[in-house]
DNA sequence: AAGCCCGCCAACCGCCCACCA
DNA sequence: TTGGTGGGCGGTTGGCGGGCT
């Protein structure tokens, strides 16, 4: 019988049911045990990843060949990272769903030690309950102009300097953006709302639309760069402005009616 | 202190695809 | 060609814990 030692603790890793006296392979389900634990990870060292229906038989577990898959790539293999989410990580995450949208294995080839599984929680308890907040669907243009033009600008000016040329540097060599950051223009192919239209919507709302002197789109457009923006009185930088304007549900339904619908 | 609510996340489920006999 | 099997993937669920009343 093999003894594994982990974490100061010791378990017996002969290869039978954890209930020798059971000779009914009943299939266990919810939050596994340490022992269980132990004796996957003791196993797949021994012999590999694969067939994992006999893997659960041989390495006596009582559980079902997907739950031990399950376990080893999300919890158990080496080189798995947990805890909170960087802000470049977030960023990421941002991009490449915008991109590929709910393919969470394909997106999560790229954030390092994170799982699928891992991602696709952070999407659903995060991104999505900012989506139920602004009462959108998640997969809406009007959303994912919000995450492009408020929350990653947003991301990417906390992640300061240094980290932002990484991060665009590392996408760069990766392929995946072809636009500039700094401007946050889209390209021709790209689905999601460019600048310029934002900004052409917001002039189309001024010309049509509210009289009012204290909107947020009052006395927007200063300059032709588009970099930041003066409303009322105020200078925002282009995130924080964006994020003013998604604010004014008058404009959120104008921008739907004249853009999205 | 107790009950309730809600967010988070580990885990399961079901569908689909690839592979093989 | 077809049926069985294993594995991958996205959707969903349920339990736990922390915060609030």
Same mark, same amino acid.
């Given at each position: 019988m093999d003894t594994i030692h982990l974490d100061g603790r010791s378990w017996s890793a002969n290869h039978q049911s954890i209930e020798d006296d059971d000779q009914v392979q009943t299939i266990r389900?919810?939050?596994?045990?340490?022992?269980?634990?132990?004796?996957?990870?003791?196993?797949?060292?021994? +012999?590999?990843?694969?067939?994992?229906? +006999?893997?659960?038989?041989s390495a006596g577990l009582k559980r079902t060949g997907k739950s031990c898959r399950f376990r080893w790539l999300n919890y158990l293999r080496?080189?798995?990272?947990?805890?909170?989410?960087?802000?470049?990580?977030?960023?990421?995450?941002l991009e490449l769903h915008l991109r590929w949208g709910n393919r969470w294995s394909k997106i999560a080839q790229f954030l390092n030690?994170?799982?699928d599984n891992e991602i696709k929680n952070y999407w659903r308890t995060r991104v999505q309950k900012q989506a139920k907040l602004m009462k959108c669907d998640v997969n809406s243009k009007q959303f994912q102009a919000t995450m492009r033009y408020v929350w990653m600008p947003r991301l990417g000016e906390q992640m300061g300097a240094t980290s932002s040329?990484?991060?665009?540097?590392?996408?760069?060599d990766r392929g995946l953006i072809s636009?500039? +950051?700094?401007?946050r223009g889209s390209?021709?192919?790209?689905?999601?709302?460019?600048?310029?239209?934002?900004?052409?919507?917001?002039?189309s709302y001024e010309k049509e639309g509210s009289n009012?002197?204290?909107?947020?789109?009052h006395n927007i457009l200063s300059g032709s760069n588009h970099q930041s923006f003066q409303c009322c009185n105020d200078c925002f930088e282009v995130g924080d402005f964006l994020d003013h304007l998604f604010n004014d549900t008058e404009f959120v339904g104008f921008l739907q009616e004249q853009l999205f619908d």
């Open positions: 389900k919810g939050p596994w045990t340490e022992e269980e634990d132990f004796r996957l990870i003791h196993y797949v060292n021994i +012999h590999g990843e694969g067939h994992w229906d +006999h893997l659960a038989r080496p080189g798995i990272r947990r805890g909170n989410f960087t802000l470049q990580e977030q960023l990421l995450i030690g994170r799982t040329c990484s991060y665009n540097a590392n996408m760069m636009y500039d +950051h700094e401007t390209t021709a192919d790209d689905p999601a709302m460019s600048l310029p239209e934002v900004i052409s919507a917001i002039t009012s002197q204290d909107t947020p789109t």
